[in-house]
C-alpha cells in the first residue's frame, strides 16, 4: 500500500518561520494556531451545514444592512470565542460587529484581529466556495487594552494575512512577510499539509472577474477598460476568459493560482455605498497583502495602492482591483487615462 508522503504541516511551517526570527516570542505562531483550530471548526460545519440546520438567513442584519446567513454568525462566534482568550490580542474588529470586539480581561496581547468570518455569504445556500479572511497588526499602544486606533492602520503594517477557504477541498493560504504558501486540509487526520509551498502569481491573465450586472454603473473609465478587455488581441491574450463567483476569496484564489484579475470598482448603484461593496481592513487589505507578497498589485480604481490606504472607519469600502501585475498596471493606464 503506498504510503502517504510525511507532508509539512501548517504548524510546522509557522515554527519553522518563528525559528527565522531569533527574537520571536512565539505569540505570533500561537495566534496562527488559534485562528487554524476555529478555522477547522468552521470547515467542519460549512461542510455539514446541508445536513445540520445551518443554512439559511438567522434572521438578524447587521452593520452593512445585509442579512446575517446562520453559517455567518457560527463562524463570526467560533472565531470571537476561541481569539478572545487566546492571549495574544488585544482588540478584534469583525465584519458582522458594529464596534470593536474586546479580549476576556487578562488575556491581552500584543496584536489584533480584524476578520471576515464568512466571505461569500450568499453562496452558502448553493454550495458554492465561501471563505475566512484574515488580518493580523501588531498593537501600536503601549497600555494593555486595545482601541479602534490599533485596528485603523495601513494594510501596509499588517504582521499576517492570509484566508480559509472552504470548497472541495479547505484550503489556507497566508503570508507572514516572507512569500505566500498554501495548506490543504487533510480531514482525516485534521491536519492542513503544504499543498502550494511560495504561491507566485503568474504575470499574464486568464480570467477576468467582475460583477458584469453593475457595467451601467460605472465609470466611463472602468467601462472601456472592461470592454477593452473583450476586444480580440491574441498578442495580449485578449478577450480574456470571464469567471465571477461572487465569493472575493474564491475568485481571488483562482486568480492567484492560475493568473488573472478581480474588480470591485466603485459604481452609482447605491448612493450609500459610492466605493464599491468591499471593506478595506478584512477583505481588500489582507488579499492586497498576500497579492503584493506573491508579485501580484492591489489598487483602487484612482489608481491607490491598497496598502497605503489610512483606514478611517472599521468599516471602511474601497474599489478594489487585484491580481496579475501586468493586467492591474494596464487597468490602471485606462483608469487614469494614462
Ligand atoms: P460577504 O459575504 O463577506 O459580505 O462578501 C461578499 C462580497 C464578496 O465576497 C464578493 O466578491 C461580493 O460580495 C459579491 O458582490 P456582488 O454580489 O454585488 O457581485
Ligand atoms: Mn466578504
Ligand atoms: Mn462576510
Known amino acids: 500500500m503506498e504510503r502517504r508522503p510525511i507532508g509539512i504541516t501548517v504548524s510546522r511551517q509557522i515554527m519553522d518561520s518563528q525559528r527565522m526570527h531569533p527574537g520571536a516570542t512565539g505569540e505570533l505562531s500561537g495566534l496562527l494556531s488559534e485562528l487554524i483550530v476555529a478555522a477547522k471548526v468552521i470547515s467542519a460545519e460549512v461542510n455539514m451545514a446541508g445536513l445540520a440546520d445551518i443554512l439559511g438567513v438567522s434572521g438578524k442584519t447587521n452593520i452593512q444592512g445585509e442579512q446575517v ?9 467560533t472565531i470571537i470565542r476561541r481569539m478572545a482568550r487566546c492571549g ?3 482588540v478584534m474588529t469583525s465584519e458582522e460587529e458594529d464596534d ?3 479580549v476576556k480581561e487578562g488575556y491581552e ?10 466571505d461569500g455569504s450568499s453562496n452558502i445556500d448553493v454550495n458554492v466556495n465561501v471563505g ?10 503601549q497600555w494593555r487594552k486595545g482601541s479602534r486606533e490599533d485596528l485603523l492602520k495601513r494594510g501596509r503594517d499588517q504582521v499576517a494575512a492570509g484566508y480559509i477557504i472552504y470548497g472541495s477541498s479547505t484550503i489556507m493560504v497566508y503570508t507572514v512577510g516572507e512569500g505566500v504558501h498554501g495548506f490543504t486540509l487533510d480531514p482525516s487526520v485534521g491536519e492542513f499539509f503544504l499543498s502550494h509551498p511560495d504561491i507566485k502569481m503568474p504575470e499574464e491573465s486568464k480570467y477576468i472577474s467582475v460583477n458584469e450586472g453593475n457595467h451601467r454603473y460605472w465609470s466611463d473609465e472602468m467601462r472601456q477598460y472592461i470592454d477593452y478587455l473583450r476586444q480580440e488581441d491574441k498578442a495580449s491574450g485578449r478577450p480574456y476568459s470571464a469567471r465571477y463567483i461572487g465569493s472575493l476569496v474564491a475568485d481571488f484564489h483562482r486568480n492567484l493560482i492560475t493568473g488573472g484579475i478581480f474588480l470591485y470598482p466603485s459604481d452609482s448603484k447605491n448612493p450609500d455605498k459610492p466605493h464599491g461593496k468591499l471593506r478595506l ?3 481588500a487589505s489582507p488579499l492586497a497583502m498576500i497579492a503584493e507578497q506573491a508579485g501580484g498589485r492591489a489598487i483602487t480604481d484612482e489608481g491607490r495602492t491598497i496598502l497605503d490606504i489610512e483606514p478611517g472607519d472599521l468599516h471602511q469600502r ?6 496579475s501585475k501586468i493586467a492591474v498596471d494596464e487597468a490602471e493606464k485606462f483608469l487614469l487615462g494614462l
Open 109 to 118: 496581547g500584543k496584536y489584533t484581529l480584524a476578520f471576515d468570518p464568512l
Open 132 to 141: 475566512t479572511i484574515f488580518s493580523i497588526h501588531r498593537r501600536a499602544s
Open 281 to 283: 481592513l478584512y477583505e
Open 100 to 102: 470593536i470586539i474586546p
Open 88 to 90: 495574544y490580542i488585544c
Open 318 to 323: 474601497v474599489p478594489l482591483i487585484i491580481g
Open 69 to 77: 446567513q446562520k453559517l455567518d454568525e457560527f463562524a463570526n462566534n
